[in-house]
């Protein structure tokens, strides 16, 4: 295997694929980057059974063939290489890379062991690649980090007509978002469950294309998701059980609720909280006019502040951890947001507030993106 490429296309080709390789992997060839070189092309891939990146770079092939290179220290090397043409090649074991004169010569894996990279072959969808990314940093802020629970740490992704809708929770909270969604196969309606650390990633990696191309294949335990765009794919396994049933905890409408607008209390909640312990609970006292937060530390440290606010309704108080709060409404993504106090709660736990979007105080309420928070009975 031999060629040349452009140092940009293969800096932006290998980072991309070394981005995708996970922390961890359960046997050392795992972690390699694949390259194959055809015709008038370089594939580079990886995948460890679970995750797999595939991209494609434009290049000048003297010898067509395969390598396995450590993916770790090509990403580093590629990211240093001077500015002008790339030559790699295989000899003797060993992968040589040049470039002016910087010249690396790295060992070369056993390509035989690698496992052969999923391929998708049909598109179930698509959805605008701007509006994919804003859903999956609104919604998987939510999703569960304890593996004790695998369901719970993915985003579910639900099709239904020419809507994409996500959902995720941690049991603390609820985020959901739903786009717009162009189905390309016969499957009307579908749920799969992502690992929301490989959704997250994706949504990063082919957010500068316009649309992304969505497809499932396989069947039972063997069945993945891929995402497509920009001649980059990405695959994963997805994550199989029982979604709990979180939309039903959604009231169809609550007319006791507060706008505020949104900047200023997540600056307000910022400086309130740094009194409080780790991320205790601040207390929100909801009246005509205002909201004032306290926060009370381990230390005797207190910490008070208002926020102008509109109160449709009779006052109201809640306990709520400073960072769930925010992430939920920097997920609002408007300049106001909406605060809505929930009935049917009981004494040792009160209802949720459901947070939503308003892109200004007299403005309707946006449905979008909705965010439902359990409050917490103690602040400190």
């Known amino acids: 295997m031999r060629f040349t490429v452009n140092r940009d296309l293969?800096?932006?080709?290998?980072?991309f694929a070394v981005q995708m390789l996970p922390a961890r992997n359960p046997q050392p060839v795992l972690g390699g980057v694949l390259l194959e070189a055809h015709e008038e092309s370089v594939d580079l891939s990886?995948?460890?059974?679970?995750?797999?990146?595939r991209t494609s770079v434009a290049a000048q092939i003297a010898e067509p063939g395969r390598a396995l290179v450590p993916g770790a220290l090509l990403g580093q090397i590629a990211q240093k290489l001077p500015n002008a043409e790339v030559e790699l090649f295989l000899t003797d074991g060993r992968v040589?890379?040049?470039?002016?004169?910087?010249?690396?010569?790295?060992p070369a894996m056993p390509v035989e062991e690698y496992p052969s990279v999923p391929v998708i072959t049909e598109t179930t969808g698509e959805v605008p690649a701007a509006a994919f990314r804003e859903a999956v940093e609104q919604v998987s802020k939510a999703a569960s980090t304890d593996?004790?629970?695998?369901v719970i740490t993915s985003v579910q992704l639900s099709v239904s007509e020419n809507n994409l809708k996500m959902t995720a929770t941690d049991r603390y909270r609820v985020a959901i978002r739903g786009i717009d969604w162009e189905n390309h196969s016969d499957r009307s309606e579908l749920s799969v469950l992502v690992p929301h650390g490989f959704l997250s990633g994706v949504a990063k990696q082919l957010s500068h294309a316009e649309t992304i191309k969505i497809a499932l294949q396989g069947e039972g335990d063997r069945e993945l998701i891929g995402f497509a765009a920009d001649g980059k794919t990405v695959t994963s396994q997805l994550i199989t059980g029982n979604y709990p049933p979180v939309e039903r905890l959604f009231p169809d409408s609550v007319d006791h609720y507060a706008v505020v607008n949104t900047q200023d209390l997540i600056d307000a909640v910022d400086r309130v909280a740094i009194v409080a312990d780790s991320d205790a609970a601040l207390r929100f006292s909801f009246t005509e006019g205002q909201v004032a937060l306290e926060g009370i530390g381990s230390e005797t440290?207190?910490?008070?502040?208002?926020?102008?606010?509109?109160?449709?309704?009779?006052?109201?108080?809640?306990?709520?951890?400073?960072?769930f709060l925010?992430?939920?409404?920097s997920g609002a993504r408007s300049e106001f947001c909406r605060i809505g106090f929930t009935s049917g709660g009981q004494e040792n736990?009160?209802?949720?507030?459901?947070?939503?979007?308003?892109?200004?105080?007299?403005?309707?309420v946006e449905n979008s993106f909705r965010y439902l928070l359990q409050p917490v009975l103690k602040v400190g």
């Open 10 to 15: 293969f800096k932006e080709a290998v980072t």
């Open 46 to 53: 990886i995948f460890n059974f679970e995750v797999s990146a």
């Open 96 to 106: 040589e890379v040049r470039c002016g004169s910087s010249s690396y010569n790295l």
């Open 147 to 150: 593996d004790v629970t695998p």
């Open 301 to 323: 440290a207190r910490a008070n502040e208002s926020v102008d606010c509109h109160l449709n309704g009779p006052d109201q108080s809640v306990a709520l951890r400073p960072k």
């Open 326 to 329: 925010k992430e939920g409404l």
């Open 349 to 364: 736990r009160p209802s949720p507030v459901l947070i939503t979007g308003q892109h200004g105080q007299d403005a309707p």
